[in-house]
């Protein structure tokens, strides 16, 4: 991406093993995020551009001498942050917050939407996945990359559990995702807030059981009704714009919780006498340690039971990828699948 | 108080009771608490002025005729925001956010620091003491109408525990009581960031295992250093003032949560990618249902476990009331206790 509106599919030098730790993967799917639009809209032109792309599932063709976990051949997921896997925080299932980790396309690592990356500390990084390069279950994989992560991880951070009340806020691929992981994690009641009816009827299908169209005043006053008068107990938050944020504390109870997972576009917001405070709202949420959750969350998709790749509503070759950003930026796709 | 530094003692018609809910009690102790210093410092003259003071002990007067929980000649407890008692938020141990409630000094009802109170929803909002009027205990009691809950609350927000490390931010009672409860329930290393070396010794006498005086970023590297190098993985923040929340989000662990009990006087405040988003940090806390935990702390207080009331280091009468706001303005008091 050399700037706003410009990404360029260029040749560029082949990634080699350069630390023992080290792991080189083809890519077999990549996708474009919708934390992708972000700087699609917005990065200041520069001449020598940025590599893009942090969701990928590929296969290991090279690994440096101190990898064993996995090995060339395997089928492999990369969550989107990469992590060392022995710090206190990658021990404590918190990898976004690695001591020594960090994320793709950025200080010298490549990213995702490319034909091969090098991938650090690939033991602590990499997931291996048990199927073969072609099979039918790697859109849903590759959603383990980040989306369907993060979406857990909201519901996680929010504590989602067993006859739970939920609102999810954005009807992107990670607010359809959180209405999957509220299901999965036993909510009862999940309010799906969007306005996008291909993408709220997905969103059905993944479990939510209502669906507020209205924004602003009309949205909080259609989600109270919903929700027994006095507003949702749990509210994920899977947009970053402020406005989603000003939603979320129009929605939800008092003593609830609002857990972020979009990106937030803003530093500065309201959480004084007048937002957070008064009725002690919580405010949780971050990067999801998308590495922490695969294990969880695999299992399902394997087995049929989940199909988070449902998200993914066109396919584009490495070539047509601008043409994929353009189509997610205008909203005529939900998620772009990119097939190197 | 008609206007900042203004407070005036003046007699007012007496209170009466006004519905069959209500009750009538006579104050014995009141005190001046370190959030009256913000109107102190800010409040806009007015001719009328306002009630002030919002923590009591007193003694059942008279009561309406379906109160039967209290009766007159009981010692009681009154919180710092009045509560029905039966609707949802209540029965789930959230009475500050009452759907019929409201705080003292408000909307027609009067404060504690006066000589007798009209309290509405006597038997919501009252808990009886089993100690005489003239108990030495009175201190210590009239705490958990307001400090001693609100630093308890600020603990369980915190999700303190066996084992927890801590860092509390500010040295006024609600800080040194949160030292308290963090210790009653486990905390194994208590930081107290406080710069008042009397208030810190007690603070250290109520359990802090360490005090840090240097603010800023001198500050947080103090306390990084005494907590492993990458901060505390709980905070509780007991001022309210900006300084004090950026302290807490420059001292707090990736994954921690930072838990506000101090009276916002900010609206906006930094919450995105550099300040909580980046490293997932939960922002939890709010006013204190302090009616909740009165049952839960009042054991230790009446059998001498606890002494709480210590955060009392001046005494003046009624009439002396504007020299114990001067007094605790001036930070030549802790906090004044008053004896109409």
Redesign the interface.
């Known amino acids: 991406m050399y700037g706003a509106g410009d990404v360029r599919v260029v040749d560029v030098p082949d990634p080699k093993i350069q630390l023992p730790t080290d792991a080189l993967v083809r890519v077999l799917r990549a996708c474009v995020c919708g934390s992708d639009l972000h700087p699609f809209r917005s990065l200041p032109a520069t001449p020598e551009g940025t590599p893009m792309g942090h969701e990928f599932v590929g296969v290991v063709e090279e690994v440096g001498a101190e990898v064993s976990a996995v090995a060339p051949g395997d089928v492999v997921i990369a969550p989107f942050a990469w992590s060392d896997g022995s710090c206190?925080?990658c021990r404590?299932g918190?990898q976004?917050?690695c001591l020594h980790g960090g994320f793709w396309a950025a200080g010298g690592i490549g990213g995702g939407q490319a034909e091969a990356v090098r991938v650090p500390f690939a033991e602590g990084t990499l997931v291996k996945a048990p199927v073969a390069e072609d099979s039918g279950l790697l859109p849903s994989l590759l959603t383990l990359s980040d989306v369907y992560g993060t979406g857990y991880h909201a519901a996680v951070?929010g504590g989602v559990a067993a006859g739970s009340t939920v609102t999810v806020i954005g009807d992107g691929a990670v607010g359809l995702l959180a209405v999957l992981a509220s299901r999965q994690l036993g909510a009862e009641r999940i309010v799906l807030m969007g306005r996008h009816k291909t993408r709220t009827d997905l969103g059905r299908e993944f479990g939510a059981t209502d669906v507020v169209a209205e924004r602003g005043e009309e949205g909080i006053a259609a989600v109270r009704e919903l929700t027994g008068g006095?507003g949702s107990p749990i509210v994920l938050e899977a947009v970053g714009h402020m406005p989603a944020y000003e939603q979320a504390f129009g929605v939800v109870r008092?003593?609830g919780v609002i857990s972020?997972v979009g990106?937030?576009q803003?530093?500065?917001?309201?959480?004084?006498?007048?937002?957070?405070?008064?009725?002690?709202?919580?405010?949780?949420?971050?990067?999801a340690p998308a590495r922490a959750y695969i294990d969880t969350l695999m299992p399902a998709v394997l087995d049929g039971t989940a199909d988070p790749g449902k998200v993914f509503d066109r396919t584009v070759s490495l070539e047509e990828t601008p043409a994929g950003y353009r189509a997610m930026d205008e909203r005529s796709a939900l998620k772009v699948l990119i097939r190197p």
Do not use: D, M, W
């Open positions: 206190p925080f404590e918190l976004t917050s951070k006095h008092p003593g972020r990106v937030p803003y530093e500065e917001a309201p959480i004084g006498f007048g937002s957070l405070f008064r009725h002690n709202i919580t405010l949780t949420g971050g990067p």
